[in-house]
């Protein structure tokens, strides 16, 4: 008999899967591995509208949560704007609007200079708790100009957005229904005040920054509170930790 493709990739073995980068933004391949499979993790109709840009942003609007300005025609001046593409990962699918054509569903958003950051959180559909902030890192590569290139960790105490990200991201929780292990990506404005870009429901790279500092790992903290709802106790960073992308 013929072998899917889904059946090569994740047999329908007993134990259960967990979706990572590229996946979400392929939500029918999602709903393939689903059929005889048990995902942990956001089901595809969520993980579509987090990806689905016009669904996104009336998400933040409704949660008070700012962003850069957002069009889904092209600007007359392009200069200061970029193309952004909802199903995208890593910056690969972020050029400047003056530089390129938009794609079908791709949509504009103004440009903010600055460097980009990343919040790490654990949700389980109606509350969220906020598990680590990091600085991201991206390299220019001429078609690529915001290419993910790695990320550093900053303590959570110390750190003057905390209280502010731990209220959106609960409101978020509220709004959509999130569980499990995401990141929440923004950019700090001229005035040192986060825009968010992106919210990825599924667990980021910058888990490893974090995950030294869960004596079960945060893996296992993604399986509960997909399962049960069960949060697990924000844990003290004990060091700053960074990885870089071999690129």
Request: hydrophobic share 40%.
């Amino acid at each position: 008999a013929r072998v899917t493709g889904a059946a090569r990739v994740a047999p329908a073995w007993d134990y259960p899967r967990v979706c990572g980068s590229g996946l979400d933004g392929q939500p029918e391949v999602l709903a393939r591995l689903g059929r005889e499979r048990v995902m942990l993790g956001n089901p595809p109709s969520i993980q579509c509208q987090f990806r689905d840009p016009r669904h996104f942003f009336e998400w933040l609007d409704r949660c008070r949560i700012p962003y850069p300005a957002v069009r889904f025609q092209r600007p007359r001046d392009p200069a200061g704007w970029l193309i952004k593409s909802g199903c995208s990962e890593g910056g690969k699918r972020v050029r400047f609007c003056a530089h390129h054509e938009a794609a079908p569903g791709d949509y504009f958003q103004r440009h903010i200079e600055g460097a980009a950051h990343s919040a790490l959180f654990l949700a389980n559909g109606e509350s969220a708790r906020l598990l680590g902030i990091n600085t991201l890192w991206t390299l220019d590569r001429g078609e690529t100009p915001f290419l993910f290139a790695g990320a550093m960790s900053h303590p959570l105490p110390q750190h003057p957005l905390t209280g502010t990200l731990s209220g959106w991201l609960d409101r978020l929780a509220r709004a959509t229904g999130i569980v499990g292990l995401g990141s929440l990506d923004f950019v700090l404005d001229r005035r040192c005040q986060p825009q968010v870009l992106e919210v990825n429901a599924r667990p980021s790279a910058t888990l490893a920054l974090h995950d030294p500092d869960y004596a079960e790992g945060l893996l296992a903290a993604h399986v509960r509170a997909c399962r049960s709802g069960q949060l697990v106790d924000i844990a003290p960073a004990r060091q700053i930790r960074a990885f870089r992308v071999a690129l």
